[in-house]
């Protein structure tokens, strides 16, 4: 059981590239999320769906798009990056609504 | 505005002692918390929860105890072991909504 899988693990960018940050779980949640993590702050919600088709801002919304074709994956999209996007980015999933979260491994971003 | 905040950046305690993390929420309408543990490199994993119904849990050598008149919560580690060395961080939501994390407290557990 892979849990839930973030790809790339580092990525630089430069200001105004676009790109795509790839997450997969494989525990059949209905719930996904994507957090921000900056250093010395707590994880902020970029975005987050209730299930395939369905998605929602967080507290953290703009600068990034979201979609939820299917039930395993979630990718978070970034346009026009910014440097305010460098950031520890985590997706994670859970069964219900106020269940645990299972995080990936983290994919750190650097936007130059 | 920081709904859950954890005012201690680090903490460093010796093996076999106890750890006390503490954390602070300023939303009423939160009713469950939850406490994850980060080591370097790695996503956060999750150690234990309380709903608002209860004052206590516990989990092996865990424990989290709710103050919900103080709006406080706190993570009791005893025994301590150099394994627990990480960043743990505090989450709180209210029913159906998302959850707000602390910014962790970093417990350094020295042999």
């Known amino acids: 059981n892979a849990g839930v899988t973030q790809t790339p693990k580092f990525r630089i960018l430069k200001i105004g590239q676009s790109m795509t940050l790839q997450c997969a779980q494989d525990?059949?949640?209905?719930?996904m999320y994507w957090y921000r993590q900056d250093p010395g702050m707590g994880l902020k919600l970029i975005y987050y769906s209730v299930g395939a088709g369905i998605t929602d801002k967080g507290e953290v919304p703009n600068g990034y798009n979201v979609s939820r074709s299917t039930t395993e994956d979630f990718p978070l999209r970034l346009e026009l990056a910014a440097p305010s996007q460098t950031s520890v980015y985590f997706c994670?999933?859970?069964?219900?609504?106020?269940?645990?979260?299972?995080f990936g491994e983290g994919s750190r971003l650097t936007v130059l | 505005d920081q709904q859950v905040k954890q005012n201690s950046p680090s903490l460093s305690v010796q093996e076999g002692r106890i750890s006390i993390l503490n954390c602070d929420y300023t939303n009423s309408m939160f009713d469950y918390f939850l406490w994850y543990k980060k080591y370097p490199a790695e996503g956060p994993t999750f150690l234990i929860s309380i709903s608002s119904i209860k004052d206590k849990n516990e989990d092996g050598r865990f424990t989290v105890f709710l103050n919900k008149s103080a709006k406080h919560l706190s993570l009791h580690i005893v025994p301590s072991q150099p394994g627990d060395s990480a960043v743990y961080f505090c989450a709180a939501s209210a029913t159906g909504n998302q959850f707000y994390f602390g910014t962790g407290t970093s417990l350094t557990v020295i042999p």
């Open positions: 525990m059949n949640h209905n719930y």
């Open positions: 994670a999933s859970s069964y219900t609504r106020t269940g645990e979260l299972f």
